[in-house]
């Protein structure tokens, strides 16, 4: 049987110890190839760079795993390891992540893991963001590396139907506190934000972006907001399709 290729890329930087976890899932499936950011691009969804030079250079070169920091988003690696290094070879599955706090709900937009990973399923092979509800820098990857093989695993050996990108987000704590997995819908939540305005030592304002996450529907029981309140490890399968079907049929005629 021909051994599989991953691609790990994520938006936290090519060293952060959300990538070791990541690798660490990765190689229980195949050799890895890493091109991930030289500096942290959380936030930066699909977005690409075009009026700046790009530099790429080696990290780490071992049996099994290469290692390759790229100057651009998070998208740029993607693109850089399908139509560049990886050119002339066949990716099994892209890996995103393992990010620092949950992309769940309207977080799926904004990030650039999940970015990564909706560029990866472009390409033709499964995708899976995934990412962990803790921002602490000493967060505890245990239970996201073993829910990320779980579901990686099934991925590889079940087959999917393509395209297939799945944005995975794990819930804080210790394996044994996860109730298990959940397959969810994305929660209608949003982020009310705000600017806090600071004078610099010369007098000029500038600004800090904070923001409060509003779960639109507490009640609901399938969304992955509450699979994470509630210990679960939640799956959304996600695309690049953003048409509203429902006001498509409502607008119908209305133009003409």
Not at 81 to 96: G, K, P
Not at 247 to 252: A, G, H, I, N, S
Request: aromatic share 10%; glycine share 10%.
């Amino acid at each position: 049987m021909e051994e599989r290729l991953i691609l790990v890329t994520n938006d936290d930087g090519y060293d952060s110890r959300g990538m070791e976890a990541a690798v660490e899932v990765a190689r229980t499936f195949g050799r890895v190839v890493v091109v991930a950011p030289e500096t942290t691009q959380s936030g930066m969804s699909q977005a690409i760079t075009m009026y700046s030079p790009l530099y790429l250079r080696s990290v780490r070169e071992e049996e099994g795993l290469a290692v390759y920091a790229f100057s651009g988003t998070p998208v740029d690696c993607v693109k850089m390891a399908f139509d560049c290094l990886l050119r002339d070879e066949r990716v099994d599955l892209v890996l995103s992540g393992i990010n620092h706090g949950s992309n769940s709900a309207v977080n799926v937009l904004y990030s650039g893991t999940m970015g990564a990973a909706i560029e990866g399923s472009f390409y033709g092979c499964p995708a899976v963001g995934l990412s962990l509800d803790d921002h602490a820098a000493d967060a505890d990857f245990e239970a996201a590396v073993l829910y990320g093989r779980r579901i990686v695993g099934a991925v590889l050996d079940r087959g999917a139907e393509l395209p297939l990108c799945l944005n995975v987000n794990v819930p804080k704590g210790r394996p044994g506190e996860v109730r298990g997995v959940r397959l969810c819908r994305q929660n209608r939540g949003f982020w009310r934000e705000e600017f806090f305005r600071r004078e610099d030592p010369r007098g000029r304002p500038y600004f800090w972006l904070t923001g409060e996450f509003v779960n639109g529907e507490p009640g609901a029981t399938d969304t992955d907001e509450w699979a994470l309140a509630h210990g679960y490890v939640s799956v959304v399968p996600v695309q690049a399709d953003l048409t509203d079907y429902r006001q498509l049929k409502r607008l119908d005629g209305m133009f003409e």
